[in-house]
């Protein structure tokens, strides 16, 4: 008698674990849908499954991966072109795509990286990095070797140019660098 017991609670917390784990898997394509409600409004917030904000007391609003490491963009790129190679990319490693790459949400595109022929994602244009050096979620970057902590920025009206070898793209671009 005792063990049917066991095997009844055992049995009932699995299913009770396995339902909470799907809904919150259900939950995840709702944020994509919730970031074009704020692409109307005024405010410069992206959270998608590619980029979110995330926000620090000294640096303001600044792009994260969705799992919270701090993304940069290279003062030395151009749009839609990447620079960083060898030793630097060791230390500043390209924000690839390891999925797929249709239907990006707004101002995520990406390009083709021409020493390694992988997806490297960009924001508003600009090729994406995260640093070595970061830990916990942290950005300890900024400023750092050439480097930026990419910002959310509203889209500009210039259209974005690709090379050939780019990906599709779902937006417009604007240097938000000076």
Same mark, same amino acid.
């Given at each position: 008698?005792?063990?049917?017991?066991?095997?009844?609670?055992?049995?009932?917390?699995?299913?009770?674990?396995?339902?909470?784990?799907?809904?919150?898997?259900?939950?995840?394509?709702?944020?994509?849908?919730?970031?074009?409600?704020?692409?109307?409004?005024?405010?410069?917030?992206?959270?998608?499954?590619?980029?979110?904000?995330?926000?620090?007391?000294?640096? /303001?609003?600044?792009?994260?991966?969705? *799992? $919270?490491? +701090? =993304? @940069? %963009?290279?003062?030395?790129? #151009?749009? !839609?072109?990447? &620079?960083?190679?060898?030793?630097?990319?060791?230390?500043?490693?390209?924000?690839?795509?390891?999925?797929?790459?249709?239907?990006?949400?707004?101002?995520?595109?990406?390009?083709?990286?021409?020493?390694? /022929?992988?997806?490297?994602?960009?924001? *508003? $244009?600009? +090729? =994406? @990095? %995260?640093?070595?050096?970061? #830990?916990? !979620?942290?950005? &300890?970057?900024?400023?750092?070797?050439?480097?930026?902590?990419?910002?959310?920025?509203?889209?500009?009206?210039?259209?974005?140019?690709?090379?050939?070898?780019?990906?599709?793209?779902?937006?417009?671009?604007?240097?938000?660098?000076?």
């Amino acid at each position: 008698m005792n063990k049917k017991l066991i095997i009844s609670v055992v049995l009932a917390l699995v299913i009770i674990g396995g339902g909470f784990a799907l809904f919150h898997m259900s939950m995840s394509p709702k944020t994509p849908a919730s970031n074009n409600t704020s692409a109307t409004n005024s405010s410069s917030k992206v959270n998608n499954a590619v980029l979110v904000t995330k926000t620090s007391s000294s640096l /303001g609003s600044y792009l994260a991966e969705p *799992n $919270g490491d +701090p =993304l @940069y %963009t290279y003062n030395g790129d #151009s749009s !839609g072109a990447s &620079t960083v190679t060898g030793s630097l990319l060791a230390s500043w490693p390209a924000y690839q795509d390891k999925g797929s790459t249709t239907s990006l949400p707004s101002g995520v595109g990406t390009i083709k990286r021409t020493d390694n /022929g992988q997806t490297q994602y960009t924001y *508003n $244009g600009m +090729p =994406l @990095y %995260t640093f070595v050096a970061d #830990s916990n !979620g942290q950005p &300890t970057g900024n400023g750092a070797s050439n480097f930026a902590i990419a910002t959310p920025a509203a889209a500009s009206s210039t259209q974005q140019t690709t090379t050939p070898s780019t990906q599709s793209t779902n937006s417009s671009y604007s240097n938000q660098y000076p």
